[in-house]
Structures are given as C-alpha cells and as structure tokens.
C-alpha cells in the first residue's frame, strides 16, 4: 500500500506565527492533496498538485500557501497563524486525480492559541 | 463547482442491520463515484468506487450509481461493529474529488 507520511504530528503555535508541514510520499505518485478537517466537515481541499513545481488552488486555499519541491515533497505554509486555522490537516496522494484512490497520511493537528 | 450532500448525517443501526447511506452530486460531468471511511482517530481509507451507472458489489458492501438522478448510495448488508466509522462520499471533477460532510455510522452489538 502506498505510504504517505506527515511531520510533525502535532504542533502549537500561537497567532501570527509561522509553521510548516510536510509531507512525504514513496510511491512516485503524480497528485498530492493537502486537507483541513474540522468537526461537522467532511474534507475540505487546501491545495494541490499534480507534479513538482506546479500548484493548484483548491477550496479554501485562504492564508495558505504551499510548495511541491520533488515528486515525494509537498507543503503546506502557514505564515501568520490565526485562530480559525486550528484544524487537523491531513495530506494525500494518488496517481491519477480524480479516478485513482486516494492514500492519506496520518494526519497533523494543529493548534493556533 | 461541485456541491455534494449527504443523508443522514448519522445513523445508529443494531448488529446484523442492513445499512443505507446516501449521496448526491451536483455535477453530471462527475465520472468517478467513491466512498471512503474513517475510523475515530484514524486517517480516511478508500472504501469502493464505481464508474458506470449501477451497482457494484464488494463482500458486504455495495454501490448504487444513477447518473441521472445525481446519486448514488452505499449498502452495508450485515452490519458489524467495526463498520463503525464517518463514511465519505466522494464524486470527482477536474482531476480532484469533492468530498461529503460524512455520514457518522454506529453499530451497536
């Protein structure tokens, strides 16, 4: 199964503050996903990519921004936190959008105080 | 732009129960339908997907497509316990896929 890693795992920051999270995938896919989940809310699309320094904007792609460096690498920058950032965000990939399975991470929860 | 609903957004059956969950789709140019499912903690897990207007059925599980309709569903013959999970329907377009708010199943024993 295709293995898709995220760093760090859990991460505090506080408002207008600066984080990174990364994500790594082994499997040479094509398309990764970044995703914000939030109770009452299935999952809602950041942004994503479809090869190494090409980036999509998805759904709510508002105070994030985010870089595909390798074909493994994608992250996701929030340069000045806020609040309603305070989510759990979950990365993704898959080999050919929308009519491949998708493999997710383990997810990164994050808090802005 | 895609809107996708789904019914209900919980649902609470005994052991043994025959499970329907409901999804609808705004898009007809959708050509990929999927399902996915969490469990508590957990990350998203792809359950199924179906391509062509029907059903198709996988041991327990089974999805119904109707196109027309922009709907499809998942049955769950036989619910177990460790059905229990948020179900996440998922219609593509434009080399993504839109996921539903979920559907939060719980099977008591």
């Known amino acids: 199964e295709a293995a898709v890693t995220q760093s760090p795992r859990n991460k505090v920051t506080v408002t207008g503050g600066n984080v990174t999270l990364s994500c790594r995938q082994t499997?040479?896919?094509?398309?990764m996903y970044w995703y914000r989940q939030d109770t009452g809310h299935g999952l809602r699309l950041i942004h994503y990519?479809?090869?190494?320094?090409?980036?999509q904007i998805g759904d709510v792609p508002d105070g994030y921004k985010a870089t595909r460096t390798t074909q493994e690498d994608f992250f996701l920058l929030l340069e000045l936190a806020s609040p309603s950032q305070t989510s759990l965000y979950f990365c993704?990939?898959?080999?050919?959008?929308?009519?491949?399975?998708?493999?997710f991470g383990p997810g990164t929860r994050l808090l802005v105080l | 732009q895609q809107n996708v609903q789904q019914s209900p957004e919980s649902l609470i059956v005994p052991e043994g129960a025959r499970t329907s969950l409901n999804c609808t789709f705004s898009d007809s140019a959708s050509q990929y339908f999927w399902w996915y499912r969490q469990h508590s903690g957990k990350a998203p897990k792809a359950l199924m997907s179906i391509f062509s207007n029907g059903e198709k059925e996988e041991g327990r599980f089974t999805i119904h497509l109707n196109k027309a309709s922009l709907h499809f569903s998942l049955h769950i013959r036989d619910s177990q316990p460790s059905d229990s999970a948020l179900y996440l329907c998922a219609p593509d377009n434009n080399n993504r896929i839109f996921f539903g708010d979920g559907t939060q199943l719980v099977v008591k024993p």
């Open positions: 993704a990939s898959s080999d050919w959008g929308g009519q491949d399975t998708q493999y």
């Open positions: 990519s479809y090869g190494a320094g090409n980036l």
């Open positions: 499997n040479s896919h094509n398309y």
